[in-house]
């Protein structure tokens, strides 16, 4: 039997099943489930409780408005969680998904610039590694010509 996420009038509801059931909303992820998503029409939410290709990510469950990850919980194995968190995307008011969003943009814009200050860093010592390879290679080339002229 495999455990199911379903929707009866407006609300959501764990059963267990050997068939899909037609009121599918998502279905308990078994370590192969890559596509297993839900979007929320009432407030324009993606919910996804799916698997990785990796072994980190498994049973993960995340929340998605406006390509913008608002949540993101690995391992998550109680379908009860998942379905509170359906409940709770699915009811909430404009102002609390629009707050939540931009909270979510600042923390994505906060480590988008700790990652540009980190590329930043490793572009430097880059470029001074390159002027040492160059110079290995202009050394290089000077030793071929003093070995040219020692032949002469």
């Known amino acids: 039997m495999k455990k199911y996420i379903v929707v009866e009038n407006n609300s959501f509801k764990p059963i267990e099943l050997e068939t899909v059931p037609l009121n ?7 370590f192969n ?38 949540l993101e919980l690995n391992r998550v194995g109680n379908i009860q969680m ?13 102002v609390e998904l629009k707050k939540r969003y931009e909270e979510a943009q600042k923390k994505e814009k906060s ?3 700790s990652e540009i200050r980190t590329l ?14 160059e110079e290995i290679e202009q050394k290089g080339n000077e030793i071929k010509e003093l070995l040219l002229k020692l032949k002469d």
Request: proline fraction near 1%.
């Open 82 to 94: 998942v379905i509170d968190t359906l409940n709770k995307f699915n009811t909430i008011s404009s």
């Open 33 to 70: 489930t890559w596509t297993n998503s839900y979007t929320l029409i009432n407030s324009g939410v993606d919910v996804f409780w799916q698997d990785y290709y990796n072994d980190t990510r498994k049973k993960c469950l995340s929340v998605i408005y406006k390509n913008t990850v608002l």
């Open 24 to 30: 599918i909303v998502l279905c308990e992820p078994d």
């Open 120 to 133: 930043i860093m490793e572009k430097a010592a880059l470029i001074k590694k390159m002027q040492v390879y």
């Open 111 to 113: 480590v988008l610039e």
